[in-house]
């Protein structure tokens, strides 16, 4: 079973320009996340996804990150622009239901410059 | 805070040893999770354990909740080179129905 896919892997931008990070879940999973993981940090969740509605994305900045789940399957995180502080790694996570075990992809390590 | 707290934060041991993590936490949960995260990868699903139940096995794994001390250990046996990485726990809470990770823990062990 192929697991939780994302890309890029590794982004390295200039302050004030767009990025977008995709994910890509495990099949036949409803529940779709985006974390934020700091460095010496654990993951913070960004946004939670049950099918194609955003049900839990009190902890994104709407000022400048937004996401997307079309069709209920992929999705697709945006910052624009990107500051200095958005420097992290960004984990996609997918499970069958909220209560149950999340399965992790590799994550995207952002470096805004 | 309603993230788990792990305790110690850094742990170094020698190989073949075992090592047991503390994590703490603050509010109802529906059950908690532990995850494995190696240097630069993603995290890695370890064992969840639910509210009613007290121990649970996996390989050389064993974790144990005590719900009435908010509570829950992880513990690694035979440890091996290759157990080297961050460990974190993480309580699914009432409430926000999120999981609460805490900062994990890093565990060293030595060849």
């Known amino acids: 079973e192929a697991g939780v896919v994302q890309s890029p892997r590794y982004k390295i931008i200039e302050k004030k320009q767009p990025v977008a990070f995709w994910c890509n879940p495990i099949s036949g999973h409803n529940t779709l996340y985006w974390y934020l993981q700091n460095l010496g940090q654990g993951p913070e969740l960004l946004i939670r996804y049950e099918n194609e509605e955003a049900v839990d994305d009190s902890q994104l900045p709407k000022d400048r990150f937004s996401a997307e789940r079309l069709k209920g399957v992929d999705s697709t995180l945006k910052i624009q622009p990107a500051e200095l502080g958005d420097s992290a790694v960004y984990l996609c996570?997918?499970?069958?239901?909220?209560?149950?075990?999340?399965?992790f992809g590799p994550g995207t390590r952002l470096l805004v410059l | 805070s309603q993230q788990g707290e792990e305790d110690p934060q850094a742990l170094s041991i020698q190989e073949g040893e075992n090592a047991t993590m503390n994590c703490s936490y603050k509010?109802?949960?529906?059950?908690l999770q532990w995850y494995r995260q190696n240097s630069g990868r993603g995290l890695v699903h370890l064992i969840l354990?639910?509210?009613?139940?007290r121990e649970k096995h996996s390989g050389r794994l064993r974790v144990t909740l005590d719900t009435s001390k908010k509570s829950s250990s992880l513990l690694i046996t035979a440890s091996r080179a290759a157990d080297t990485a961050s460990y974190f726990c993480?309580?699914?809470?009432?409430?926000?129905?999120?999981?609460?990770f805490g900062k994990g823990n890093q565990v060293v062990v030595i060849p």
């Open positions: 354990i639910r509210s009613n139940e």
């Open positions: 993480a309580p699914f809470c009432y409430g926000s129905n999120r999981l609460a």
């Open positions: 509010t109802s949960i529906n059950n």
């Open positions: 996570a997918s499970s069958l239901d909220q209560k149950e075990t999340q399965y």
